[in-house]
């Protein structure tokens, strides 16, 4: 069974020419520093017409393999992050299939122990 993240902002007016350009940087940037060429990562859909206020969207395949899930999650959501502070004013949607992922101010979207190096080295050795 596969679990996926999911990630959207919508906002009325859409993307300046700046923040265009800070949303091409951060994709470019976060996929060339991802650390699986085999996984799936950042994925940011095309523009749907039907949907004049969506300004990004995306989704992302977690892996199977235990050992991948956090840095891959960790990953994404901070690419996530990353994304929602170069488009103020969007309202965001995060989750992992029904769970919503929280967001802090001065974290980002992220679960609970989700860089605890414990945890990734136990989930690595299953």
């Keep these: 069974m596969s679990v996926s993240l999911y990630y959207c902002a919508s906002r009325a007016t859409p993307p300046t020419d700046t923040e265009a350009a800070a949303v ?4 470019a940037a976060r996929m060339a520093s991802f650390p699986y060429e085999d996984q799936e990562s950042l994925y940011l ?15 992302t395949k977690l892996p199977l393999d235990s050992g991948r899930v956090l840095p891959v999650l960790a990953h994404v959501l901070d690419s996530v992050t990353e994304l929602r502070r170069a488009l103020p004013g969007a309202e965001w949607r995060v989750h992992m299939d029904d769970l919503d992922v929280p967001w802090d101010e001065t974290d980002g979207y992220a679960f609970p122990g ?4 414990d945890l990734t080295a136990e989930l690595d050795g299953l």
């Design 24 to 27: 091409e940087r951060i994709v």
């Design 114 to 117: 989700m860089r605890d190096a």
């Design 45 to 59: 859909y095309d523009n749907d017409a039907s949907r004049p206020d969506e300004i990004v969207a995306g989704s």
